[in-house]
């Protein structure tokens, strides 16, 4: 019979095998942006691609909806919610993964930026090594990763029926994919820097969840 020790284990595995295959995921976008891959004809022809006109209103919702990928504003509200999450169950547990997350995050994708130094296609150039900060994309990242993580407490600590389960998923499904359109609409990314944004961020995510439900706690839902 398993036990509670050996579930968690199987999990954990399961986990950690998800997190790598996102991570390789990383890894080839990555070589591809290095090498100057097939991946990168697709990055120019996507950012080549005429965008209509929009009105005033429509760009100034577009760049409202591309704020939702912002590491500052998706830093603050993880932070104030896990904050709170932690206060009322009486555990650091929340407040300890969303600083995890948050931290993880800017390391690694500002470590990669600054190694690669990829520029923007709005300056219609691509260049690596020439300073710039486009790869991977940290809006496409904070928004997997932070509303993933923010998702991930409220279902763990508040709402356990599936069907809750489901809908925040889809809720943070739906603002990352909204971000990644923005920003290729807008040319704030080349689609490789989204793509390799949204493969670490997930890596990142099922990482962190691994290890919450690995690692139990009292004051913890099990």
Not at 27 to 44: C, E, F, K
Not at 50 to 64: A, C, G, H, Q, T
Not at 137 to 149: D, E, M, Q, T
Not at 165 to 186: H, Q
């Amino acid at each position: 019979m398993m036990t509670q020790v050996d579930l968690r284990r199987q999990q954990m595995g399961r986990a950690l095998r998800w997190s790598a295959l996102l991570f390789f995921g990383y890894l080839l976008v990555t070589q591809q942006v290095m090498a100057n891959g097939p991946l990168i004809r697709v990055d120019a022809a996507i950012s080549r691609a005429k965008r209509p006109d929009v009105s005033p209103f429509i760009d100034f919702l577009l760049r409202k909806i591309d704020n939702l990928g912002l590491r500052g504003l998706t830093a603050t509200i993880l932070i104030i919610a896990a904050l709170l999450i932690s206060r009322h169950f009486k555990s650091w547990r929340p407040l300890n993964l969303a600083i995890l997350a948050v931290l993880s995050l800017n390391f690694v994708v500002g470590v990669s930026k600054l190694a690669i130094g990829r520029t923007k296609p709005r300056l219609n150039v691509d260049l690596i090594h020439a300073g710039g900060l486009s790869y991977p994309s940290g809006h496409a990242s904070n928004a997997v990763l932070s509303w993933g993580i923010l998702a991930y407490l409220i279902y763990r600590y508040t709402h356990r029926e599936v069907f809750h389960g489901r809908m925040l998923a889809i809720i943070v499904a739906t603002i990352t994919l909204s971000v990644v359109a923005v920003s290729l609409f807008r040319s704030t990314h080349w689609f490789s820097d989204l793509l390799g944004g949204l493969f670490i961020g997930g890596s990142l995510l099922v990482l962190i969840i691994a290890i919450d439900r690995f690692v139990p706690s009292e004051r913890q839902p099990s």
